[in-house]
């Protein structure tokens, strides 16, 4: 079964640090969201990206906050300069079909920040 | 911001007896309704939706139930397995504006052998 695949499933950075994370959606799906839930706390929309171009953003995903397909297969979140309180489990999801909502998630990659 | 909730963060259940998970929404554009089910370690799995247009959805052994006036919803485990033992979250979406979910806050359903 086609899965969307998340790298790295953990990762420990300093405050103040760049982080990239990665994604890998379902091959012939077109729409694609970052969701980040911090412990303990509902699962909280990012961002929603489609036809190379953000359609939607959260007043989570502030200046510091990007999001880039680089090629046809990768989808990347970038914290620029991170926080203490980015400290979250970040989901990248993909759909192929608009309005439907069907989201398939990948496992997720935990971010800390020292 | 609670535009979606779910009131109980826990629900134990004997094993073969029916689970009953529990959501309510304020916001009146939500009109497609979605159930995610997550272990630890992984990320949400979709398990049923339900459209506004219905007030009920039933696949195998989940059913969800919609109650628009009270702006309320339901899933429905019958006959629970321990297998059903994880964390289920309600999500709510405007079909008329982005492709955004919202989420509720999670209910644990342990099921008891």
């Known amino acids: 079964e086609p899965e969307v695949t998340q790298t790295p499933s953990h990762q420990v950075t300093q405050m103040g640090q760049e982080v990239i994370l990665r994604c890998v959606p379902i091959s012939n799906h077109l729409y694609f969201y970052w969701y980040r839930q911090i412990l303990g706390q509902k699962v909280e929309f990012l961002v929603s990206f489609y036809n190379n171009e953000i359609s939607e953003k959260s007043e989570i995903f502030d200046d510091q906050f990007s999001v880039e397909r680089p090629d046809g297969s990768n989808f990347t979140l970038k914290i620029r300069s991170t926080k203490l309180e980015d400290s979250a489990m970040y989901f990248c999801?993909?759909?192929?079909?608009?309005?439907?909502?069907?989201?398939?998630f990948g496992a997720g990659s935990r971010l800390t920040v020292l | 911001d609670q535009q979606v909730k779910q009131n109980s963060p826990s629900l134990s259940v004997q094993e073969g007896r029916i689970s009953i998970l529990n959501c309510d929404y304020t916001?009146?554009?939500?009109?497609?309704f979605l159930w995610y089910k997550k272990y630890p370690a992984e990320g949400p799995t979709f398990l049923i939706s339900i459209s506004s247009i219905k007030d009920k959805n039933e696949d195998g052994r989940f059913t969800v139930f919609l109650n628009k006036s009270a702006k309320h919803l339901s899933l429905h485990i019958v006959p629970s397995q321990p297998g059903d033992s994880a964390v289920y979250f309600c999500?709510?979406?405007?079909?008329?504006?982005?492709?955004?979910?919202?989420f509720g806050q999670g209910t644990r359903l342990t099921i008891n052998p």
């Open positions: 999500a709510a979406s405007a079909l008329r504006g982005a492709q955004k979910l919202v």
């Open positions: 999801a993909s759909s192929g079909v608009p309005g439907a909502n069907v989201l398939t």
């Open positions: 916001n009146s554009m939500f009109d497609y």
